[in-house]
């Protein structure tokens, strides 16, 4: 412990190194999300028969699914080699499941929502349409599991809570685009939807930044912090003009709706924010450390006895 | 001491390391705790300069606890021999010998020598006499000896002349009071480190001393060293395995370029350099030069094989073996003096091979301002150093006091390889010769010295084809033909060693020096050197791992001389030849085989000379040693706790204050070395000396060193990215007291201010620098590492800039080590302000410039 | 001691080699930094100049894409018994003082602590970058060295954040991620790591695994009995979060003083409960979508 009350550091270094990834991945949370929950939502409602809403929601799945490489692919280091990630399947690396996920989803989607908008394909749209609407469910989770499954102190020790928050998201994102995009009459699911997923989003994010207790503190802080207080307050906004308003008012569907997904888009960008933050400041990855070692919980890396018969 | 091994010898340090983990114990003395006192048992601060008052105090310890090896300094010093009536000490004197000419400044030392001998200083005072300081013969003398020895000793060494005594009285008043007083050690520390050395002395225990230029460049460097050198053979620590002081060398092969010297007053072999007036015939030279005893006695031989070596066939009996080709010395023509001659516009063109002068000298203002009044300058190096861009690129420059337009020195610059790209050697520490191959060609016009310096000797020779002029036969009678070969028409650096290592009349290869005769039948190089090729084998490329022999590992490489690893070695053994103890067994007398043996080294010592040997009145050379005396290269085969002969200033060592420092004497009124020499002029002003008044205005020590990850004067790591981004910039080392006392900020920038100059370095707050209490008042350290130049990937002022010249007169060496500055926070001004600042200071400190 | 890791050497089977690794003992490290040198010359490793930095002599500041030796350089004071008033000196002469024992100190004296210290690629037997890589472009070589194949990394940066000790990054110019190799093609000539042949006193120790932790027993043994209470393995026990460093640390004080974790944890240990709550979580948001449009009107 050093004078300050602060545990010892390296003259304040981090410990751990930054992520080198780029904006494009905290939109593709959110494009990755719009996409898995859309593509339930189309499938869903197309068993209701609402092929009005089913269409969109289609299109919206679609849209997210085709951004969404691009995204990563120019988040690569060497994009030229971005098949390389399907050289294998590796379930340690929920970077590769992912993409897994990803390309599979990208299919079934397009197939799905070419059937809804053109009427080809049939028989093997409805297929495509049942098996995207599965494959959306952990398209929309696993990015939370990847990050997740990091030593950036933020996320890993989130990792309960986190794919809860990007569940709720994708939902919420999902039935905004559905609201804005939607006639009224057709939108009610969608409305249903996006309140309740905003209400889950709210809360969940709450419960992640409760049960961090201390290592919450960048979403309190800095440029983590008031990306997700804006978050918040979009999706609050968002979510009170839905409900107020957006069943009457075409305009107050597509505000809502709008308001509703920037709040979710504003969410990952401050968790993603977060995550460096927390990676910068030494005391984030030392302080839990060394708690975990006072409490008895972990023997920690350092021995000072000699050991005729060591580990 | 005087060096900081792990940073600047971190290879040889391994052996350190691994002697404490055996259980040594290292002590490092230094003004600054730096990665070698990190390593240390104990580390003691001491204020820069001091050191002679450090280790005046361990004599003063070792007489007081009666700790010195009696048997030893008996049978192996010249502590017994009594002195003439005429001695004076500088307890005596005020702070000086006797024998002290104000008018010449130098001392006349015939009052030094032992009692019923004349000592005959022969190059040494000459060179004084004309303007000339340095190098004196070594021991020189031809003093004739009874049985060997001194004609008047005491061996029970009570005689109050005799030298045991002498010594004692000279060190009384280095008491561990007087060392805290001068050097601002903790008087603890101090005794710790005398009790451990006295501990760890004698028959069972042998000590070891390492030093560096933190002892040479002071105006007391040699003094220094001779400190050491009493210390250690009084505790019997000389000669033995353990023992020895090391003076560490190796970086840039300083240590061969000394052994085959690119210096003015020596020739190879550490032969003197011959004078003009005084040497008229190579029997007068030899007369005047070599002592008769010891292994100097045989220097004709040695001399007369040089010349052989040099010019060959034209080298006859009759012609004194072209000793007349030879130059003559005929001034001081040391570095600092030649450069303040060229600043006089004395001289037309320097030759500037692999030396950076403009960072490397001190006062560098003055370096530059010299080279600017040449004809023609010639730099040889790997990279466009300061040296070589002075004229278009430099302080001066940069401050518009100097415009290239009128500067009229012509420069060429030459590419030179590295020592990768060419053959040789270096000579290090122990004196060990290690042979690098060539790995690869030299890029473009890079070509390695021996290539460059042979095709210019090739072609100068061309040029003077046919030449009846006397003067040049000097160069065409020169055996100038050694084999080349590759693409670059490299001459073979082995037929260089071969001609160096010496032959035979027939040709063959000499085993050592013993082999060489006085009458043309051999040649040799380097008399030391002799025996590097013996049995057609480049003995030192001989590559053994450590693995595959003895701790001595006598198959790796080659020392000079006779590949004797311990100098000295026959004082291992006791006068009768045996061991001292098991323990430190090294050499010793196999009386069954009539011979002296050894765990592994060669014998430094004649092979069959038996330890009862007593020579007759008429031998001389090897034949005029006893068997029991281990220093063959003096006459009287002794170590010399005191110095009859061979230095300028002194016999024993005196401490001073250096020629810039806050403080008095306070052991003498002689308050600075007599000897020194100084050169006062408006381009090298002095801060007034400790305690008088304006000494105040500069009230810090300032010390200069180096960093592991720079070498020398930059130009071979600041250019190199790998170690410029190591440390990239200049900064000063400050303690948090000075800082607070200054205002400097850690990471922030300061000013450091000399008479001569200001310099700004970035500031690095540690408390590896503490100020240390002097005469009751604080005294601090502004520390810089002196590396850096306005050239390469790193780029930084020079420390250099702000020393003056000053030198010790023995072998004209500058005080790099100490000085006084001042020092603020901020950048330094530029331009004419900069100037402006300096004159300020100078005017404050009354210093006229 | 349990030296297998999930690809070593099962998978290798007849062509597996002994593992290797460092024992990095920085008692003995003089901060000379040929380590740095000669790791960046033998890997023709860019170079990375950061300027002056104020770290004591630590102008390289950390390990990443363009340094895979770093040495740190820690100036502390070591306690000295209080004592109202008592000046730097005294204070310095008391701390300085050596017991009559002889203790041999290391990297320490006048009341000063100067620790240094070579940091490089840890290898850990539970490498978390190697467990993350989607491409597959670290591996476990038959050394049980964890190494990137540059022809391979597509810089996704995944193994970047997973590391727990900040080694791999990203190359900004090149956009592959690069570490420490252990010098895998010398290895494959018989020959050790640069850093390890280069090093001057050894601390930087090169060879078969079990015989350095072996090894190290010894080295603590002895430091321990001469008196120096502070020093410890780093990284050397199987029961770690790591599972045990190839390459391993003796340390001379607490690890996050070399900014090094206390309690490293290779995250995929965590990787179940990670899963798991992906997996509650996708069907949660099944359900909330079945719930949205399945029950209520419309």
Same mark, same amino acid.
């Given at each position: 412990?050093?004078?300050?009350?602060?545990?010892?550091?390296?003259?304040?270094?981090?410990?751990?190194?930054?992520?080198?990834?780029?904006?494009?991945?905290?939109?593709?949370?959110?494009?990755?999300?719009?996409?898995?929950?859309?593509?339930?939502?189309?499938?869903?409602?197309?068993?209701?028969?609402?092929?009005?809403?089913?269409?969109?929601?289609?299109?919206?799945?679609?849209?997210?699914?085709?951004?969404?490489?691009?995204?990563?692919?120019?988040?690569?280091?060497?994009?030229?080699?971005?098949?390389?990630?399907?050289?294998?399947?590796?379930?340690?690396?929920?970077?590769?499941? $992912?993409?897994?996920?990803?390309?599979?989803? $990208?299919?079934?989607?397009?197939?799905?929502?070419?059937?809804?908008?053109? $009427?080809?394909?049939?028989?093997?749209?409805?297929?495509?349409?049942?098996?995207?609407?599965?494959?959306?469910?952990?398209?929309?989770?696993?990015?939370?599991?990847?990050?997740?499954?990091?030593?950036?102190?933020?996320?890993?020790?989130?990792?309960?809570?986190?794919?809860?928050?990007?569940?709720?998201?994708?939902?919420?994102?999902?039935?905004?685009?559905?609201?804005?995009?939607?006639?009224?009459?057709?939108?009610?699911?969608?409305?249903?939807?996006?309140?309740?997923?905003?209400?889950?989003?709210?809360?969940?994010?709450?419960?992640?930044?409760?049960?961090?207790?201390?290592?919450?503190?960048?979403?309190?802080?800095?440029?983590?912090?008031?990306?997700?207080?804006?978050?918040?307050?979009?999706?609050?906004?968002?979510?009170?003009?839905?409900?107020?308003?957006?069943?009457?008012?075409?305009?107050?569907?597509?505000?809502?709706?709008?308001?509703?997904?920037?709040?979710?888009?504003?969410?990952?960008?401050?968790?993603?924010?977060?995550?460096?933050?927390?990676?910068?400041?030494?005391?984030?990855?030392?302080?839990?450390?060394?708690?975990?070692?006072?409490?008895?919980?972990?023997?920690?890396?350092?021995?000072?006895?000699?050991?005729?018969?060591?580990? | 001491?005087?060096?900081?091994?792990?940073?600047?010898?971190?290879?040889?340090?391994?052996?350190?390391?691994?002697?404490?983990?055996?259980?040594?114990?290292?002590?490092?003395?230094?003004?600054?705790?730096?990665?070698?006192?990190?390593?240390?048992?104990?580390?003691?601060?001491?204020?820069?300069?001091?050191?002679?008052?450090?280790?005046?105090?361990?004599?003063?310890?070792?007489?007081?606890?009666?700790?010195?090896?009696?048997?030893?300094?008996?049978?192996?010093?010249?502590?017994?021999?009594?002195?003439?009536?005429?001695?004076?000490?500088?307890?005596?004197?005020?702070?000086?010998?006797?024998?002290?000419?104000?008018?010449?400044?130098?001392?006349?030392?015939?009052?030094?020598?032992?009692?019923?001998?004349?000592?005959?200083?022969?190059?040494?005072?000459?060179?004084?006499?004309?303007?000339?300081?340095?190098?004196?013969?070594?021991?020189?003398?031809?003093?004739?000896?009874?049985?060997?020895?001194?004609?008047?000793?005491?061996?029970?060494?009570?005689?109050?002349?005799?030298?045991?005594?002498?010594?004692?009285?000279?060190?009384?008043?280095?008491?561990?009071?007087?060392?805290?007083?001068?050097?601002?050690?903790?008087?603890?520390?101090?005794?710790?480190?005398?009790?451990?050395?006295?501990?760890?002395?004698?028959?069972?225990?042998?000590?070891?001393?390492?030093?560096?230029?933190?002892?040479?460049?002071?105006?007391?460097?040699?003094?220094?060293?001779?400190?050491?050198?009493?210390?250690?053979?009084?505790?019997?620590?000389?000669?033995?395995?353990?023992?020895?002081?090391?003076?560490?060398?190796?970086?840039?092969?300083?240590?061969?370029?000394?052994?085959?010297?690119?210096?003015?007053?020596?020739?190879?072999?550490?032969?003197?350099?011959?004078?003009?007036?005084?040497?008229?015939?190579?029997?007068?030279?030899?007369?005047?030069?070599?002592?008769?005893?010891?292994?100097?006695?045989?220097?004709?031989?040695?001399?007369?094989?040089?010349?052989?070596?040099?010019?060959?066939?034209?080298?006859?009996?009759?012609?004194?073996?072209?000793?007349?080709?030879?130059?003559?010395?005929?001034?001081?023509?040391?570095?600092?003096?030649?450069?303040?001659?060229?600043?006089?516009?004395?001289?037309?063109?320097?030759?500037?091979?692999?030396?950076?002068?403009?960072?490397?000298?001190?006062?560098?203002?003055?370096?530059?301002?010299?080279?600017?009044?040449?004809?023609?300058?010639?730099?040889?190096?790997?990279?466009?150093?300061?040296?070589?861009?002075?004229?278009?690129?430099?302080?001066?420059?940069?401050?518009?006091?100097?415009?290239?337009?009128?500067?009229?020195?012509?420069?060429?610059?030459?590419?030179?390889?590295?020592?990768?790209?060419?053959?040789?050697?270096?000579?290090?520490?122990?004196?060990?010769?290690?042979?690098?191959?060539?790995?690869?060609?030299?890029?473009?016009?890079?070509?390695?010295?021996?290539?460059?310096?042979?095709?210019?000797?090739?072609?100068?020779?061309?040029?003077?084809?046919?030449?009846?002029?006397?003067?040049?036969?000097?160069?065409?009678?020169?055996?100038?033909?050694?084999?080349?070969?590759?693409?670059?028409?490299?001459?073979?650096?082995?037929?260089?060693?071969?001609?160096?290592?010496?032959?035979?009349?027939?040709?063959?290869?000499?085993?050592?020096?013993?082999?060489?005769?006085?009458?043309?039948?051999?040649?040799?190089?380097?008399?030391?050197?002799?025996?590097?090729?013996?049995?057609?084998?480049?003995?030192?490329?001989?590559?053994?791992?450590?693995?595959?022999?003895?701790?001595?590992?006598?198959?790796? $490489?080659?020392?000079?001389?006779?590949?004797?690893?311990?100098?000295?070695?026959?004082?291992?053994?006791?006068?009768?030849?045996?061991?001292?103890?098991?323990?430190?067994?090294?050499?010793?007398?196999?009386?069954?085989?009539?011979?002296?043996?050894?765990?592994?080294?060669?014998?430094?010592?004649?092979?069959?000379?038996?330890?009862?040997?007593?020579?007759?009145?008429?031998?001389?050379?090897?034949?005029?040693?006893?068997?029991?005396?281990?220093?063959?290269?003096?006459?009287?085969?002794?170590?010399?706790?005191?110095?009859?002969?061979?230095?300028?200033?002194?016999?024993?060592?005196?401490?001073?204050?250096?020629?810039?420092?806050?403080?008095?004497?306070?052991?003498?009124?002689?308050?600075?070395?007599?000897?020194?020499?100084?050169?006062?002029?408006?381009?090298?002003?002095?801060?007034?000396?400790?305690?008088?008044?304006?000494?105040?205005?500069?009230?810090?020590?300032?010390?200069?060193?180096?960093?592991?990850?720079?070498?020398?004067?930059?130009?071979?790591?600041?250019?190199?990215?790998?170690?410029?981004?190591?440390?990239?910039?200049?900064?000063?080392?400050?303690?948090?007291?000075?800082?607070?006392?200054?205002?400097?900020?850690?990471?922030?920038?300061?000013?450091?201010?000399?008479?001569?100059?200001?310099?700004?370095?970035?500031?690095?707050?540690?408390?590896?620098?503490?100020?240390?209490?002097?005469?009751?008042?604080?005294?601090?350290?502004?520390?810089?590492?002196?590396?850096?130049?306005?050239?390469?990937?790193?780029?930084?002022?020079?420390?250099?800039?702000?020393?003056?010249?000053?030198?010790?007169?023995?072998?004209?060496?500058?005080?790099?080590?100490?000085?006084?500055?001042?020092?603020?926070?901020?950048?330094?001004?530029?331009?004419?302000?900069?100037?402006?600042?300096?004159?300020?200071?100078?005017?404050?400190?009354?210093?006229?410039? | 001691?349990?030296?297998?890791?999930?690809?070593?050497?099962?998978?290798?089977?007849?062509?597996?080699?002994?593992?290797?690794?460092?024992?990095?003992?920085?008692?003995?490290?003089?901060?000379?930094?040929?380590?740095?040198?000669?790791?960046?010359?033998?890997?023709?490793?860019?170079?990375?100049?950061?300027?002056?930095?104020?770290?004591?002599?630590?102008?390289?500041?950390?390990?990443?894409?363009?340094?895979?030796?770093?040495?740190?350089?820690?100036?502390?004071?070591?306690?000295?018994?209080?004592?109202?008033?008592?000046?730097?000196?005294?204070?310095?002469?008391?701390?300085?003082?050596?017991?009559?024992?002889?203790?041999?100190?290391?990297?320490?004296?006048?009341?000063?602590?100067?620790?240094?210290?070579?940091?490089?690629?840890?290898?850990?037997?539970?490498?978390?970058?190697?467990?993350?890589?989607?491409?597959?472009?670290?591996?476990?070589?038959?050394?049980?060295?964890?190494?990137?194949?540059?022809?391979?990394?597509?810089?996704?940066?995944?193994?970047?954040?997973?590391?727990?000790?900040?080694?791999?990054?990203?190359?900004?110019?090149?956009?592959?991620?690069?570490?420490?190799?252990?010098?895998?093609?010398?290895?494959?000539?018989?020959?050790?790591?640069?850093?390890?042949?280069?090093?001057?006193?050894?601390?930087?120790?090169?060879?078969?695994?079990?015989?350095?932790?072996?090894?190290?027993?010894?080295?603590?043994?002895?430091?321990?009995?001469?008196?120096?209470?502070?020093?410890?393995?780093?990284?050397?026990?199987?029961?770690?979060?790591?599972?045990?460093?190839?390459?391993?640390?003796?340390?001379?004080?607490?690890?996050?003083?070399?900014?090094?974790?206390?309690?490293?944890?290779?995250?995929?240990?965590?990787?179940?409960?990670?899963?798991?709550?992906?997996?509650?979580?996708?069907?949660?948001?099944?359900?909330?979508?079945?719930?949205?449009?399945?029950?209520?009107?419309?």
């Amino acid at each position: 412990m050093s004078a300050n009350g602060k545990p010892s550091s390296y003259y304040g270094q981090p410990v751990i190194k930054e992520p080198v990834w780029t904006p494009e991945i905290p939109i593709y949370f959110f494009t990755g999300g719009l996409a898995g929950a859309s593509a339930g939502l189309a499938q869903l409602a197309e068993l209701r028969g609402n092929d009005e809403l089913a269409r969109r929601a289609w299109a919206a799945a679609l849209a997210g699914v085709a951004a969404s490489p691009l995204l990563l692919i120019s988040d690569l280091g060497k994009p030229a080699r971005f098949l390389n990630m399907l050289r294998m399947f590796k379930v340690t690396s929920p970077m590769s499941v $992912g993409s897994w996920i990803l390309s599979a989803s $990208g299919a079934t989607t397009a197939v799905a929502a070419m059937r809804a908008w053109t $009427g080809l394909f049939p028989r093997t749209g409805r297929a495509a349409g049942g098996a995207a609407a599965a494959l959306g469910l952990p398209l929309s989770t696993y990015t939370a599991a990847l990050i997740a499954n990091t030593a950036v102190p933020v996320w890993h020790e989130a990792r309960s809570t986190l794919p809860l928050v990007f569940a709720s998201g994708a939902a919420a994102s999902a039935g905004a685009v559905a609201v804005a995009a939607t006639p009224e009459r057709d939108a009610a699911p969608a409305r249903r939807l996006a309140l309740g997923a905003a209400v889950a989003e709210l809360a969940t994010v709450e419960l992640m930044e409760r049960r961090l207790g201390k290592l919450g503190e960048p979403y309190r802080q800095g440029a983590a912090g008031r990306l997700s207080k804006l978050g918040k307050a979009l999706t609050l906004a968002g979510a009170a003009v839905v409900a107020a308003r957006a069943g009457r008012s075409r305009a107050a569907a597509v505000t809502g709706g709008a308001l509703l997904a920037a709040g979710g888009l504003a969410e990952r960008f401050g968790i993603f924010r977060a995550g460096f933050q927390s990676a910068a400041d030494p005391a984030y990855v030392v302080g839990p450390q060394r708690e975990r070692l006072a409490g008895g919980e972990a023997r920690g890396a350092a021995r000072r006895h000699a050991s005729a018969s060591p580990a | 001491m005087g060096s900081n091994m792990a940073e600047q010898h971190p290879v040889g340090f391994q052996w350190v390391m691994e002697a404490k983990e055996r259980g040594a114990k290292v002590m490092h003395v230094d003004p600054r705790f730096t990665r070698t006192s990190a390593m240390a048992d104990l580390h003691v601060p001491i204020r820069a300069g001091t050191d002679i008052a450090f280790l005046g105090g361990i004599v003063n310890h070792v007489f007081e606890h009666d700790a010195w090896f009696r048997e030893y300094v008996r049978h192996y010093t010249n502590a017994t021999a009594i002195l003439k009536p005429e001695f004076r000490d500088t307890e005596d004197a005020a702070g000086l010998f006797s024998g002290w000419n104000p008018e010449d400044e130098a001392y006349v030392i015939d009052s030094w020598a032992y009692n019923k001998t004349e000592a005959e200083t022969a190059g040494g005072k000459h060179e004084q006499e004309g303007d000339v300081s340095g190098e004196q013969a070594h021991g020189a003398h031809g003093f004739s000896l009874r049985h060997g020895r001194p004609p008047d000793t005491d061996d029970s060494m009570e005689d109050e002349r005799c030298i045991l005594q002498i010594v004692k009285r000279h060190f009384s008043r280095y008491t561990p009071e007087m060392v805290e007083e001068i050097c601002g050690c903790p008087r603890e520390k101090f005794l710790q480190v005398a009790r451990w050395m006295c501990e760890n002395s004698g028959r069972e225990r042998t000590s070891a001393i390492c030093y560096a230029v933190g002892w040479t460049q002071h105006t007391t460097g040699v003094q220094n060293i001779r400190a050491a050198s009493i210390v250690q053979l009084l505790l019997g620590n000389i000669g033995r395995p353990g023992g020895g002081i090391l003076a560490l060398r190796g970086h840039a092969n300083i240590q061969g370029s000394t052994d085959i010297p690119t210096l003015f007053n020596i020739l190879p072999g550490y032969i003197p350099m011959p004078h003009p007036q005084e040497q008229p015939s190579l029997d007068k030279f030899v007369e005047l030069n070599g002592p008769k005893n010891g292994a100097w006695g045989q220097l004709k031989a040695y001399m007369v094989s040089l010349l052989k070596a040099w010019w060959g066939a034209a080298a006859t009996e009759d012609n004194e073996y072209c000793f007349h080709h030879l130059p003559r010395i005929s001034g001081d023509h040391s570095h600092y003096a030649t450069m303040l001659k060229m600043l006089d516009g004395g001289v037309k063109g320097f030759f500037a091979v692999g030396q950076n002068p403009t960072v490397g000298s001190a006062n560098t203002k003055l370096q530059r301002l010299a080279l600017s009044k040449l004809d023609w300058l010639v730099v040889r190096d790997l990279h466009e150093t300061e040296t070589a861009a002075f004229w278009h690129d430099s302080p001066e420059i940069e401050d518009g006091e100097l415009r290239p337009e009128e500067i009229g020195t012509e420069v060429f610059f030459m590419p030179a390889a590295a020592h990768t790209e060419k053959d040789g050697n270096f000579t290090n520490t122990q004196r060990l010769l290690q042979w690098h191959h060539k790995a690869l060609e030299p890029p473009g016009d890079c070509r390695s010295e021996l290539n460059w310096v042979y095709h210019l000797g090739r072609r100068i020779r061309e040029k003077l084809a046919g030449s009846d002029d006397p003067r040049d036969r000097a160069i065409l009678e020169l055996t100038w033909d050694y084999p080349v070969k590759g693409p670059h028409e490299e001459p073979d650096a082995e037929a260089v060693l071969q001609e160096i290592g010496g032959r035979k009349a027939d040709g063959s290869f000499v085993d050592s020096y013993d082999e060489l005769a006085d009458d043309g039948s051999t040649s040799c190089g380097s008399w030391i050197h002799a025996g590097i090729y013996k049995d057609g084998v480049n003995q030192s490329a001989r590559k053994t791992p450590g693995t595959g022999q003895n701790w001595i590992a006598h198959e790796w $490489g080659w020392a000079w001389p006779k590949d004797v690893r311990i100098l000295y070695n026959r004082a291992s053994a006791d006068p009768d030849g045996n061991p001292w103890s098991e323990r430190k067994r090294y050499v010793w007398w196999d009386a069954n085989e009539g011979k002296w043996t050894s765990l592994g080294d060669s014998p430094d010592f004649p092979a069959d000379k038996a330890p009862d040997y007593e020579p007759g009145r008429r031998d001389k050379g090897m034949d005029a040693i006893r068997g029991d005396a281990p220093f063959i290269v003096h006459p009287d085969g002794l170590g010399w706790v005191f110095a009859p002969s061979g230095l300028v200033d002194g016999p024993l060592p005196a401490h001073y204050e250096p020629q810039e420092s806050p403080f008095r004497n306070p052991l003498y009124p002689q308050q600075l070395s007599p000897t020194r020499q100084v050169f006062p002029r408006p381009e090298n002003p002095y801060h007034p000396p400790g305690g008088e008044p304006g000494a105040e205005v500069f009230p810090f020590v300032l010390t200069t060193y180096r960093l592991t990850e720079h070498h020398t004067a930059g130009a071979m790591s600041r250019t190199v990215a790998y170690l410029a981004e190591l440390q990239p910039e200049l900064f000063c080392e400050v303690s948090p007291i000075l800082a607070e006392l200054r205002g400097l900020e850690h990471g922030g920038w300061a000013t450091v201010v000399s008479a001569r100059t200001a310099i700004e370095a970035r500031v690095m707050v540690t408390e590896r620098v503490q100020p240390l209490e002097v005469q009751g008042r604080p005294m601090h350290l502004v520390g810089l590492p002196y590396h850096w130049g306005n050239r390469g990937l790193a780029k930084g002022d020079s420390a250099n800039e702000l020393l003056p010249v000053v030198l010790d007169n023995n072998v004209h060496i500058s005080e790099y080590k100490v000085a006084t500055c001042d020092i603020r926070p901020g950048r330094r001004p530029r331009g004419r302000e900069r100037l402006e600042l300096v004159e300020e200071y100078r005017r404050r400190a009354g210093v006229k410039a | 001691m349990k030296l297998e890791t999930s690809a070593w050497p099962d998978s290798y089977g007849a062509d597996a080699k002994p593992r290797v690794g460092f024992f990095t003992d920085t008692s003995v490290c003089i901060g000379c930094k040929a380590c740095e040198v000669a790791c960046k010359e033998w890997n023709r490793i860019p170079d990375s100049p950061k300027g002056f930095t104020g770290n004591s002599y630590d102008n390289t500041v950390d390990l990443g894409a363009n340094t895979w030796r770093h040495v740190a350089f820690v100036e502390k004071r070591v306690p000295v018994d209080a004592d109202g008033g008592a000046s730097l000196v005294e204070a310095a002469e008391r701390g300085g003082l050596v017991e009559e024992a002889g203790v041999n100190t290391y990297q320490e004296g006048d009341g000063l602590r100067w620790l240094m210290s070579s940091d490089v690629c840890k290898h850990c037997t539970h490498a978390a970058c190697l467990e993350v890589c989607p491409t597959g472009a670290l591996f476990r070589t038959e050394f049980g060295t964890v190494v990137v194949q540059e022809d391979v990394c597509n810089g996704c940066g995944y193994c970047v954040p997973a590391c727990p000790f900040g080694v791999l990054d990203r190359r900004e110019d090149d956009g592959r991620v690069w570490k420490c190799t252990l010098c895998y093609d010398r290895l494959k000539d018989d020959q050790e790591p640069a850093c390890a042949q280069a090093c001057p006193t050894n601390s930087i120790q090169f060879g078969e695994l079990a015989e350095l932790r072996a090894r190290a027993e010894g080295r603590l043994a002895q430091l321990t009995a001469a008196g120096q209470a502070d020093a410890r393995l780093y990284l050397a026990d199987s029961d770690d979060g790591i599972g045990g460093g190839g390459a391993f640390f003796l340390l001379l004080d607490d690890p996050e003083v070399y900014g090094l974790p206390p309690d490293p944890v290779d995250t995929t240990r965590d990787l179940g409960s990670i899963w798991a709550a992906a997996g509650a979580a996708a069907l949660a948001l099944g359900a909330g979508l079945a719930a949205a449009v399945l029950g209520g009107r419309g």
